[in-house]
């Protein structure tokens, strides 16, 4: 049972694209949800926080659909810079001090 | 822009000795946890812990692991008796009190068990 499931990938999209990554949780309790990027070798960096009626933050969009048990993150005009891998992440308690989720990440590439 | 560091960022151990990995947290979060992702795989839940003690720990954090806070800024991780398969990066995180659940990760300590 994967509790954070990802499309691996990788998506191999040009500069300017639009591109999507969705995420699905196994979990129907959990309460918090992020993506996260993380670059090769790197340690994992908070993108956004996905709340409940969506949330936009610049060229980013992540929405979550609770009922389906799914996250989305939307991708605009794709920057070379945005290449990396996004995790999905989920918190079943929403609360510190509990266990983030990882799912295993989507790789994105960005050619010019 | 305060952060989360680590030492030391790559250290070689032989199998069957202990090792240290050592955290600064963000000084105001109280929280701090420890995961690790293995090459190639998911990044995996270690241990958390609070208010010097350990809040919650995975199937994976077993009796060869242990964490300590010995002074007010240090968080460690200690593994006893180093497998070949603990070879991994370790992340140290931390976070705020509360229902922010928002982790600030270390750049990491790779681990590798010869």
């Known amino acids: 049972r994967k509790e954070v499931e990802q499309d691996p990938g990788p998506f191999n999209v040009p500069e300017g694209a639009t591109v999507a990554f969705n995420c699905t949780y196994s979990n129907s309790a959990s309460q918090s949800f992020f993506w996260y990027r993380q670059d090769c070798r790197k340690e994992p960096k908070l993108l956004m926080s996905v709340y409940s009626s969506g949330n936009e933050d610049g060229r980013f969009t992540a929405q979550l659909n609770r009922a389906s048990q799914y996250i989305s993150l939307l991708i605009r005009d794709s920057k070379l810079s945005d290449s990396a891998t996004y995790l999905c992440?989920?918190?079943?308690?929403?609360?510190?001090?509990?266990?983030?989720?990882f799912g295993k990440g989507t790789t994105l590439s960005v050619s010019s | 822009e305060p952060e989360v560091t680590q030492t030391p960022s790559h250290q070689v151990t032989q199998m069957g000795q202990e090792v240290i990995l050592r955290c600064v947290p963000i000084s105001n979060h109280l929280y701090f946890y420890w995961y690790r992702q293995i090459l190639g795989q998911k990044v995996e839940f270690l241990v958390s812990?609070?208010?010097?003690?350990?809040?919650?720990k995975s199937e994976i954090f077993d009796d060869q692991f242990s964490v300590e806070r010995p002074d007010g800024s240090n968080f460690t991780l200690k593994i006893r008796s180093t497998k070949l398969e603990d070879s991994a990066m370790y992340f140290c995180?931390?976070?705020?009190?509360?229902?922010?659940?928002?982790?600030?990760f270390g750049q990491g300590t790779r681990l590798t068990v010869v």
């Open positions: 812990f609070y208010n010097n003690e350990i809040s919650e």
């Open positions: 995180a931390s976070t705020e009190l509360g229902w922010n659940t928002e982790a600030f």
């Open positions: 992440v989920v918190n079943m308690r929403g609360q510190a001090g509990t266990a983030l989720i």
